[in-house]
Structures are given as structure tokens and as C-alpha cells.
């Protein structure tokens, strides 16, 4: 009996890190390369368990919030780039690729780069040389260790029309090549993205391609498409995905998971039944740990489908208690769980990657 005890147990172990042998980059088809988004404890080192599960699983770095306009230039005349500039050397010292997130977004950018003179709105020229002095400071400041920028975030609206964002309220559609223009001038070697959501509804998606479309008319450098991800566990359909993935590849651009995710939780008003609003604060069933994997394997298999379309794959956090889904919920959207323990849907992954090559 103990020896069959001792026999299971070594075997346990065995198994468990045979398990941690296994680096999702490792089987990742030639040419696309897996990434994960960080805050500031896992740059910083602070999550010292997450630092070895990044470093190991991981080829790529997106950073959560440090990049964003209103972190890293709170004032008009004031750069912060103390966290910047760590998470950065964080993924240099790994040799990851590192992506910048991002430059031009109608989110988490200061009021006061809106504002112009005696109480009035910012007007074109103010905010045309606000967004290249901002370009020029950060990408310029980066340059050589940045290999590609999200140079204008969710620019388009649900109906496909342009989103009248303060920037576009303020300089006019051609905002969106001007920020481009900047970053290339900025540097010349960094890749240039279009990035955002819901690029599987196909008014969306016809607004974001017309937009990559005229870029590309007016000659304007753009490298790809991230497309965000923050899917849950019906919607999109495989087949909407595959049918944007291909759509959207069409114009001829590389084609990024950027921030994917799946979320577990209904999506219901304020103030809901706590038992229907965070339905699984005591853990999440078996039953639904499964179903997770299996939409994380199908994911999967559509980006092998369209290898030579798909250039990287990045998740937007790596454990499920980084995840921005939680809000006071308890979410279980990515492949490690709040002990950092690889889920079943990370086996899932590893498993697709293993058959599909
Ligand atoms: C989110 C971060 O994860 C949160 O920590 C922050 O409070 C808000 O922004 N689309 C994007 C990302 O492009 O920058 C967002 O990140 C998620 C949605």
C-alpha cells in the first residue's frame, strides 16, 4: 500500500512538472508568436511567480495600462516614463518582441490634452501638435526596443462609421492617417497597428477595413490589424471568426489577436441579484472549466487554420486574478487560475497547438 502511495506520489510530481516543461511558445506555428499583457507587479518583479510563468510561456510583452497616454504624459509639459521604462526593459531582457499599447485613443488620455485656451475646446493645429509631440516623445524615446505601436485604438464605431472621439471632433477624420504619419516619422523601423473590438460584427469590420483601405489609398504605413478579442464563450461563433480572420487579412495587412480573453460572466445590469450577477464567487463548476477549454481550443484551431494570416496571439493578462474582467466580480477568463496553476483550458491549448502542427 505505502509503496503504491509513494509510487502515485513521485508520479504526481513527475507529472506536474513534465507540465510546467511545456512553453506555449515552443509550439507555436513558425511566425506567430504568443504574448501575454502585464501590469505593474509582474514588470517590477513583485509577482514573482507570475515573472517565471511569463518568462517561460511567453515571446511577446503588451502592457496593460504603462503606455497609455494619460500614465505615461499626464501634463502637458510633464513625461512620466519610470514604469514605461521598466516594463520595456522587462521584455529586452527576455529578448521578447514588445508591442506598444497605445498612442491615440479617446480612453485614459488626460482632459487637459482636450482643452485649449479661456475654456474652449483644444482646435486642430493645438491638438495635431499635441498628438506628434506625444508620438515623437514616446515612440522616438523607444525606439529600436519597441517593435510595434497601436498608434489609434477603437477609432470606429458599432455602426462602422468614425467614432466622434475628442480627436476626431477636434482635427477631422484625417486624425487617424496624421497619427500614423507621426509614428513613422517617429520610427521608421517599428510595425504600425489599427487596433479594436467587436471586428466579428460585420458593420464594424466594414468601417475598419474602409478606414485600413484609405490609409493604404493615401500611402499611408500600416502593418496590421489587431483585433482585441475579448470574446465569451458563444459569441462570436467560430465561423464569425473565421469569416472576420479572413475579411480582414484581405486587405492585405498581418492580422493580431491583440487582447484576447473569454468571458464567463453574463452580462447584466447594475445592481442585478448578486447569485445571477457573479454566479460563481464560490468557484467555477467542473462542467463549465470544460467548456472553457473546449471554446479555448477552438480559438486556437482557427488561428492555425490561418497560420500565414495570424502573425501573434497575445492574452490579455495571465492568471485569472490580473484579469480586468473581474470588477468586483469573480471571473475566470485566461489559462491560469488566481494560484497561478496552469487550467484545464491551458492543457487545451497546449493540446491544439500539438495536433496542428
Ligand atoms: C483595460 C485594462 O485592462 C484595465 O486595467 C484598465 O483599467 C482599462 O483598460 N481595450 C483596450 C485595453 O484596448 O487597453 C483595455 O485595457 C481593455 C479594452
Given at each position: 500500500m505505502m509503496r503504491w502511495l509513494i509510487?502515485?506520489?513521485?508520479?504526481?510530481?513527475?507529472?506536474?512538472?513534465?507540465?510546467?516543461?511545456?512553453?506555449?511558445?515552443?509550439?507555436?506555428?513558425?511566425?506567430?508568436?504568443?504574448?501575454v499583457a502585464l501590469n505593474q507587479r509582474q514588470f517590477d518583479g513583485v509577482d514573482a511567480a507570475a515573472v517565471d510563468i511569463i518568462t517561460k510561456q511567453f515571446s511577446q510583452i503588451s502592457p496593460e495600462n504603462v503606455l497609455k497616454f494619460q500614465p505615461i504624459h499626464p501634463a502637458a509639459d510633464r513625461y512620466a516614463f519610470e514604469a514605461a521604462d521598466r516594463f520595456v526593459q522587462f521584455g529586452v531582457d527576455r529578448r521578447m518582441q514588445v508591442v506598444g499599447h497605445t498612442l491615440v485613443w479617446h480612453s485614459q488620455t488626460g482632459a487637459w490634452v482636450f482643452q485649449g485656451t479661456d475654456g474652449r475646446p483644444a482646435d486642430r493645429d493645438m491638438l495635431l501638435a499635441r498628438m506628434r509631440d506625444h508620438i515623437r516623445t514616446v515612440v522616438g524615446r523607444y525606439k529600436g526596443r519597441i517593435h510595434?505601436?497601436?498608434?489609434?485604438?477603437?477609432?470606429?464605431?458599432?455602426?462602422?462609421?468614425?467614432?466622434?472621439?475628442?480627436?476626431?471632433?477636434?482635427?477631422?477624420?484625417?486624425y487617424v492617417a496624421k497619427a500614423f504619419e507621426f509614428a513613422r516619422e517617429a520610427d521608421p523601423d517599428a510595425e504600425l497597428y489599427y487596433n479594436d473590438f467587436n471586428l466579428e460584427k460585420p458593420a464594424k469590420r466594414a468601417g475598419v477595413i474602409k478606414l485600413v483601405r484609405d490609409l493604404q489609398a493615401r500611402n499611408v504605413r500600416i502593418d496590421g490589424i489587431g483585433n482585441q478579442g475579448h470574446w465569451r464563450l458563444d459569441t462570436p461563433t467560430i465561423d464569425e471568426i473565421d469569416t472576420a480572420l479572413v475579411e480582414l487579412h484581405a486587405t492585405g495587412l498581418k492580422v493580431m489577436y491583440t487582447e484576447?480573453?473569454?468571458?464567463?460572466?453574463?452580462?447584466?445590469?447594475r445592481g442585478a441579484d448578486p447569485s445571477i450577477a457573479n454566479p460563481y464567487a464560490n468557484g467555477l463548476p467542473d462542467e463549465m472549466q470544460q467548456q472553457l477549454a473546449r471554446r479555448y481550443a477552438d480559438v486556437f484551431r482557427?488561428?492555425?487554420?490561418?497560420?500565414?494570416?495570424?502573425?501573434?496571439?497575445t492574452l490579455w493578462g495571465l492568471s485569472d486574478a490580473d484579469s480586468w474582467l473581474n470588477r468586483g466580480r469573480l471571473n475566470y477568463p485566461l489559462l491560469w487560475d488566481r494560484q497561478r496553476r496552469p487550467k484545464p483550458a491551458f492543457d487545451a491549448v497546449v493540446a491544439a497547438l500539438r495536433n496542428g502542427k
Amino acid at each position: 500500500m505505502m509503496r503504491w502511495l509513494i509510487a502515485i506520489a513521485g508520479f504526481a510530481v513527475f507529472a506536474a512538472s513534465a507540465h510546467q516543461e511545456t512553453a506555449l511558445k515552443d509550439l507555436m506555428p513558425k511566425g506567430m508568436v504568443i504574448g501575454v499583457a502585464l501590469n505593474q507587479r509582474q514588470f517590477d518583479g513583485v509577482d514573482a511567480a507570475a515573472v517565471d510563468i511569463i518568462t517561460k510561456q511567453f515571446s511577446q510583452i503588451s502592457p496593460e495600462n504603462v503606455l497609455k497616454f494619460q500614465p505615461i504624459h499626464p501634463a502637458a509639459d510633464r513625461y512620466a516614463f519610470e514604469a514605461a521604462d521598466r516594463f520595456v526593459q522587462f521584455g529586452v531582457d527576455r529578448r521578447m518582441q514588445v508591442v506598444g499599447h497605445t498612442l491615440v485613443w479617446h480612453s485614459q488620455t488626460g482632459a487637459w490634452v482636450f482643452q485649449g485656451t479661456d475654456g474652449r475646446p483644444a482646435d486642430r493645429d493645438m491638438l495635431l501638435a499635441r498628438m506628434r509631440d506625444h508620438i515623437r516623445t514616446v515612440v522616438g524615446r523607444y525606439k529600436g526596443r519597441i517593435h510595434g505601436w497601436d498608434v489609434v485604438n477603437e477609432a470606429i464605431d458599432e455602426d462602422g462609421s468614425l467614432r466622434k472621439s475628442p480627436w476626431q471632433v477636434g482635427i477631422g477624420d484625417d486624425y487617424v492617417a496624421k497619427a500614423f504619419e507621426f509614428a513613422r516619422e517617429a520610427d521608421p523601423d517599428a510595425e504600425l497597428y489599427y487596433n479594436d473590438f467587436n471586428l466579428e460584427k460585420p458593420a464594424k469590420r466594414a468601417g475598419v477595413i474602409k478606414l485600413v483601405r484609405d490609409l493604404q489609398a493615401r500611402n499611408v504605413r500600416i502593418d496590421g490589424i489587431g483585433n482585441q478579442g475579448h470574446w465569451r464563450l458563444d459569441t462570436p461563433t467560430i465561423d464569425e471568426i473565421d469569416t472576420a480572420l479572413v475579411e480582414l487579412h484581405a486587405t492585405g495587412l498581418k492580422v493580431m489577436y491583440t487582447e484576447l480573453d473569454i468571458n464567463l460572466l453574463p452580462n447584466i445590469p447594475r445592481g442585478a441579484d448578486p447569485s445571477i450577477a457573479n454566479p460563481y464567487a464560490n468557484g467555477l463548476p467542473d462542467e463549465m472549466q470544460q467548456q472553457l477549454a473546449r471554446r479555448y481550443a477552438d480559438v486556437f484551431r482557427v488561428f492555425l487554420k490561418h497560420r500565414h494570416a495570424v502573425t501573434r496571439v497575445t492574452l490579455w493578462g495571465l492568471s485569472d486574478a490580473d484579469s480586468w474582467l473581474n470588477r468586483g466580480r469573480l471571473n475566470y477568463p485566461l489559462l491560469w487560475d488566481r494560484q497561478r496553476r496552469p487550467k484545464p483550458a491551458f492543457d487545451a491549448v497546449v493540446a491544439a497547438l500539438r495536433n496542428g502542427k
